[in-house]
């Protein structure tokens, strides 16, 4: 689905650098940055290409704008990775490549070190289709999730142009359950809520022009990981498709007490 506005994902959490990689950051040596390393492997999964004109592949998903992320090692909850594309050249028969950045992005933060994840954010157009369809398999403690027999409590927030996504909650909570086949139990929250407000601060550009905040959601899982991360957020953009094709920001963010155990790099 081409759109002329860059889309934007992001991962919110605690990045463990290799001990190599962190002496070559710590003195400013580092030769492959985050930009670097998510640019080879999109053009290794055959995403984006570098070569430009006529010899550039067809089929691209995207052009690259910029990447990047605080890399800080004191163990707090950063954006330590970000990955801007620009999606108007790709195909138009496809939908927005959210999962495959994420891969990209987590791919190149798995290089750097290990990771927990405390939530995600994508901006970009709805996503049409069956986003339910391609749910992720469910991963279990062993697989570096959060899994206990009541769930994962996460939070959804989402952010629109001119207000286009006010009063939508119950309308939207209804096609996510849907689309969600029921996993995902949703429970829409008040503006003043705490839980309506993504506790995480952007690092990287986010281009949504009079912007609006929309409705905020708790939502119960059966299990916390990056890749559901990812499902959630892409289900979202889903249910959000009746409602304009200008780009949402999506923000998903994890439970705070139960953080996941061991790095979670995307689980798929």
């Keep these: ?11 919110h959490g605690a990045l463990d650098l290799r001990p190599e990689i962190r002496r070559a950051w710590e003195t400013g040596e580092l030769d492959e940055d985050l930009y670097s390393l998510t640019v080879q492997r999109a053009e290794a999964y055959g995403l984006t290409s570098t070569v430009l004109g006529a010899g550039r592949p067809r089929g691209a998903r995207w052009a690259h704008n910029e990447a990047g992320g605080d890399w800080t090692q004191d163990g707090a909850v950063r954006e330590i990775g970000y990955l801007q594309v620009d999606i108007a050249g790709a195909p138009p028969d496809q ?8 891969t990209v992005l987590a791919d190149a933060l798995r290089h750097a070190g290990s990771f927990t994840v405390a939530g995600v954010h994508v901006l970009a157009p709805p996503r049409p289709g069956a986003a339910g369809s391609e749910g992720p398999t469910w991963p279990d403690d062993g697989s570096g999730g959060t899994s206990t027999e009541t769930g994962a409590e ?22 996510v359950t849907e689309l969600s086949s029921g996993r995902l139990d949703l429970t829409p929250t008040p503006p003043e809520s705490p839980d309506h407000a993504f506790p995480h601060p952007l690092t990287g550009t986010i281009h949504l022009a009079q912007a609006t905040t929309g409705p905020g959601f708790r939502c119960r899982t059966p299990t916390w990981s990056l890749d559901m991360a990812v499902h959630i957020a892409e289900t979202f953009l889903t249910a959000l498709v009746p409602y304009g094709t200008g780009p ?12 996941p155990r061991g790095p979670v790099a995307g689980s798929g």
């Excluded at 689905?1 to 992001?10: F, L, N, T």
């Design 95 to 102: 939908p927005p490549p959210v999962r495959p950045a994420f």
């Design 154 to 175: 996460v939070t959804v927030t989402l952010a629109a142009r001119n207000g286009g996504l006010a009063g939508r909650a119950q309308r939207i909570s209804q096609a």
């Design 1 to 11: 689905m081409p759109s002329a506005e860059p889309m934007v994902v992001g991962v």
């Design 248 to 259: 949402a920001l999506v923000s998903v963010a994890g439970p705070m007490v139960a953080r």
